[in-house]
């Protein structure tokens, strides 16, 4: 060989023998030239010649079921649109089609069948570890679970509302349902019948199994360690780093302690880390998109969603951490130029359907459950609309007379959200005009009750006269019924809503002025329908506004709450503001009593569904 020439080895590309796979040529990666020194009239653009056939490889594409991508198979990928450029070196190696993602645990084989109890031993030596942790978990968790033989913190909510549904009652709180409906199910499985006040700090009669009780509440903070350790497990973290997960949670005091009685937080922890490690499973699925499993993780974690913001809303947290990944892989879908148009739309239907309408259908059957369970009046009829109430197994609403006439007595309901009933009671107002408070309430007793009687300057209401219904434009004056006080506003500033009027009662049976006369404004009814075809005022359909005669303002209870002289009950003020709009200017007559009036049929009230 003369000095200046070069000698360039073009190997023949390796060949696989023949096997049920398919071919595809793509182009060989360059291979390694030999250390000769090269002329300097020698370009490298010449090497472009080279024959694709001398550089063909063999891809291997399995045969058989889902290998075609169809909507379960595994790839992601249209293998027709794979384009390769032999001009461009740095692309000729591409990354493995369909591969796994770059973080989480490795993907393994399925190990064969044990032929042995020592293979079974040599297989499972991985789930030894968690299964100690577990039964650590067991122990500081039932240890002395039932020492505390009296109320503890929150289980006077908590345990009291499992009463109710043990009893069918019907109550409200701030809370979704589905934990205090696995708090009932754990009464209803140890034998507890519900009856039993949860007073806090009251001691546990003999009637009532609440260790029981407390120990089903506990499994689900045990479950908490295993769900640790699996989790760090399905993350690709090392041996130590798993021991180091389920030591901390094993040893977390707080968790320990809310675990080991009647409470929501132990389910509210539970939820939270299905949701993260079903996340983490479908995440180590994704190299087999639309697979079974690929589904199965991705519904589960649909599914723990909506179990973890049915037991309380802050489970939205861990919502957002679901939200913040999926957003971001779809991102990276995206931008795969590989991926064709189809898969990219299956890929964000998955998500749709998994991670949002599955969560919304748990979410709305756990409440669907609820007000199946809780169809009997109870303590908390009152925070609901009238006509929910009147479907309520031992309501009275259907005893209420049909149409309303002077001398009735009625209670009032405001329609706004949140809204209460019209209330009164003896004390006065710190401030202003110092005359008896006026509030909404949100409980049913006697200070709500009111009596529907004429203006001042007309003949005072007889029973030996003539019934009169009262009708749209009607002027009337509201006595409270346990104070004889009247209904009664003026132009001082409400103590909340400064802008509106106050609302008080003043006077007495005997004594009054204009400033207690209120004009009857018709809305629209549930039944008759608009306002014109709304001839008198009926119980709990009829909707309705009260004007004042002199100031022009109209009796609002807007949720804004008193301070400790209002018992934190709900300002009902006198809103300047004419808003046809405004539902907390609204009103129905929720109970109604008058002895000459007739009774309704039983099929007049509409279902509340």
């Known amino acids: 060989m003369r000095p200046g020439e070069v000698q360039i080895d073009f190997e023949s590309p390796l060949r696989t023998p023949s096997s049920d796979f398919e071919e595809i040529s793509y182009p060989t990666p360059p291979l390694p030239y030999s250390h000769s020194i090269l002329p300097a009239t020698t370009r490298t653009d010449d090497f472009h010649y080279m024959s694709s056939e001398d550089t063909s490889t063999r891809r291997r594409v399995a045969k058989g079921p889902g290998s075609s991508g169809g909507f379960m198979g595994g790839s992601d990928y249209d293998t027709d649109t794979l384009q390769y450029d032999d001009h461009d070196r740095k692309d000729k190696l591409r990354p493995p089609i369909g591969g796994r993602v770059s973080s989480g645990r490795l993907h393994k084989p399925y190990p064969t069948p044990p032929t042995s109890i020592s ?28 020492l505390a033989d009296v109320v503890v913190w929150d289980e006077a909510h908590f345990g009291k509302f499992g009463s109710h549904y043990l009893k069918r009652e019907f109550y ?67 041996q130590w780093a798993c021991h180091l997960v389920a030591l901390m949670i094993l040893c977390d005091v707080a968790w320990l302690c809310i675990s080991r009685f009647i409470l929501l937080d132990s389910m509210l922890l539970f939820f939270t880390f299905t949701t993260v490690f079903f996340l983490t499973k479908f995440h ?39 939200g913040i990944y999926t957003i971001e892989d779809l991102w990276d879908k995206f931008g795969d130029l590989r991926m064709s148009t189809r898969n990219q739309l299956r890929h964000w239907g998955a998500r749709i359907l998994c991670l949002i309408i599955l969560p919304i259908l748990v979410y709305m059957t756990s409440f669907k459950l609820h007000f199946l369970i809780l169809n009997h009046t109870g303590p908390g009829d009152a925070q609901m609309s009238s006509l929910f109430q009147a479907h309520l197994v031992g309501n009275d609403f259907w005893k209420n007379p049909l149409e309303v006439a002077y ?3 009625i209670t009032l309901k405001n329609m706004g959200w949140g809204g209460g009933l019209l209330h009164s009671h003896v004390q006065t107002f710190p401030t202003g005009s110092a005359q008896q408070q006026v509030t909404c309430y949100h409980y049913k007793d006697d200070n709500n009750h009111w009596l529907v009687l004429p203006q001042w300057n007309e ?9 009169k219904f009262v009708k749209d434009g009607d002027v ?28 008080s009662c003043y006077g007495n049976a005997t004594v009054g002025d204009i400033q207690d006369h209120w004009v009857i404004e018709i809305v629209d009814d549930i039944r008759q329908g608009k306002k014109d075809n709304v001839h008198r005022i009926r119980s709990l359909t009829t909707r ?31 809103v300047k503001e004419n808003d046809p709009d405004d539902m907390h200017t609204y009103w129905n007559v929720e109970s109604h009593w008058n002895d000459r009036c007739a009774l309704p049929l039983p099929f007049f009230f509409p279902r509340f569904w």
């Not at 005669?549 to 949720?559: F, I, P, T, V």
């Not at 301070?563 to 009902?572: A, L, N, S, T, Y």
Request: include cysteine; aromatic fraction near 12%.
């Open 172 to 238: 409200f709180d701030v809370h979704p349902p589905l934990g205090k409906m696995l708090v009932a199910l754990a009464g209803l499985l140890s034998g507890y019948d519900g009856n039993f006040e949860f007073k806090s700090g009251e001691k546990y009669p003999d009637t009532v199994p609440y260790v029981a009780m407390r120990v089903m509440m506990a499994t689900f903070g045990i479950a908490l360690v295993p769900l640790g350790w699996y989790t760090a497990v399905e993350l690709g973290m090392s």
């Open 476 to 503: 009337i004056r509201l006595q409270h019924t346990p104070t004889t006080r009247n209904l009664h506003s003026h132009p001082i500033p409400a103590p909340i809503s400064k802008l509106d009027y106050e609302v």
């Open 544 to 574: 309705l506004r009260l004007r004042h005669m002199l100031l022009g303002c109209y009796l609002s209870a807007a949720n804004k709450v008193l301070p400790q002289w209002g018992f934190k009950q709900i300002e009902v003020s006198c």
């Open 119 to 146: 293979d079974f031993i040599h297989q499972n030596l991985e789930h030894i570890p968690p299964v100690i942790y577990t039964l650590l978990s067991c122990w500081t968790r039932f240890h002395k679970i039932g």
């Open 407 to 409: 001398g009735s007595k």
């Open 459 to 467: 003949p005072a209401y007889n029973l030996n006269d003539e019934l």
């Open 284 to 322: 180590n699925q994704q190299y087999q998109s639309f697979s079974f499993d690929w589904w199965l993780w991705l519904a589960l974690t649909g599914i723990s969603i909506g179990c973890v913001t049915s037991v309380k809303w802050v489970g939205l947290f861990v919502t957002a951490v679901v």
